[in-house]
């Protein structure tokens, strides 16, 4: 489903995400620092550096894998950026430095102070035990580059995805043109 918002702005705010796993299954490790890589070392440069916009990547939740861009020029160019992340991604076209490196970022998150509320807001929400978040870290540890390359095939490439695209932007006369989209 492809959604088209026009807003009275001259800048688009672009998502799209993917249904996946669910936070204890064995690929959402996988998924979290492909997701990571994906932001650093490709979508960034092509969202925000070629293509303008403020900012942009992508990141896994919810068992959703998300791709984003804010404050975006290009939205159609953003939406072709995000497809061609998931080929480079299948492509096996990274080094286990840029492995190492996102899985230090995924980490610095996982790793960080919890305050007790929150801890318990957390687990009481998601259900999400200590157990959960210790088996989450070890699958975190052992991603590599296979796993990386599979899970952007299992999950992320056309026709194998159930997925969403929503556009938040001034008005678009090729998407208006495009009966693929619901314009709003």
Same mark, same amino acid.
């Given at each position: 489903m492809k959604t088209f918002f026009q807003m009275p702005f001259p800048i688009n705010f672009i998502s799209e995400s993917i249904r996946t796993v669910p936070f204890a299954h064995e690929d959402y490790a996988s998924l979290c620092i492909l997701a990571r890589m994906m932001t650093s070392k490709f979508l960034h440069g092509e969202i925000r550096e070629k293509g303008g916009a403020? !900012?942009?990547?992508? +990141?896994?939740?919810?068992?959703?894998?998300s791709f984003y861009s804010y404050r975006d020029p290009n939205s159609l160019q $953003?939406?072709?950026?995000?497809?061609r992340s998931v080929d480079w991604a299948k492509s096996g076209d990274f080094s286990q430095q840029d492995i190492d490196e996102a899985k230090l970022s995924v980490f610095s998150a996982v790793d960080s102070p919890v305050a007790p509320a929150s801890k318990g807001m957390g687990r009481f929400l998601s259900g999400v035990t200590d157990e959960m978040l210790q088996g989450h870290r070890e699958r975190?540890?052992? %991603?590599?580059? +296979?796993?990386? %390359?599979?899970?952007?095939?299992?999950?992320?490439?056309? !026709?194998? +995805?159930?997925? !969403? %695209?929503?556009?938040?932007?001034?008005?678009?006369? $090729?998407?208006?043109?495009?009966?693929?989209?619901? %314009?709003?």
């Open positions: 403020y !900012g942009g990547g992508a +990141r896994m939740g919810g068992g959703l894998f $953003t939406l072709s950026a995000f497809r975190l540890f052992a %991603v590599s580059h +296979r796993s990386l %390359v599979e899970v952007a095939e299992r999950y992320l490439g056309v !026709g194998q +995805r159930t997925c !969403g %695209v929503a556009i938040l932007g001034p008005e678009n006369e $090729t998407i208006k043109k495009d009966p693929s989209w619901i %314009v709003k």
